[in-house]
Nanobody
């Protein structure tokens, strides 16, 4: 069983950049899909980005397309989320999820069954 562990959150100003990391504990990401979701206070958890570990294919939510980049580091067995041009509305707890989604379910929360504890991202001036 692979346990994702997030890191890299923090407090930044609008327009700044931040990079989140999701490391695999107790296993590897081989043959899995890895996704980032986020949850703001009072809102439901929403899809941000996903990557297929084996093929490297990616998917993004419209709200982050062009600003965020998801990638994988095979040597370190981790998934990275580079976030640029951050906005106050990006403020949320960011969660890493691991599962075996098909293409049509890559943005679906139910497709992921291993979750990390989350890391807080706050964008404020």
């Amino acid at each position: 069983q692979v346990q994702p562990v997030e890191s890299g959150g923090g407090l930044v100003q609008p327009g700044d950049s931040l990079r989140l990391s999701c490391a695999a504990s107790g296993g590897t990401f081989n043959n899995y899909g890895v996704a980032w979701f986020r949850q703001a206070p009072g809102k439901e958890r929403e899809f941000v980005a996903a990557i297929r570990w084996s093929m490297g294919s990616t998917m993004y939510a419209d709200s982050v397309k062009g600003r965020y980049t998801i990638s994988r580091n095979r040597a370190e067995n981790r998934v990275l989320l580079q976030m640029n041009s951050l906005k106050p509305e990006d403020t949320a707890v960011y969660y890493c999820g691991v599962g075996r989604p098909i293409t049509s379910t890559m943005a679906t929360r139910e497709a992921y069954y291993y979750w990390g504890q989350g890391t807080q991202v706050t964008v404020s001036s």
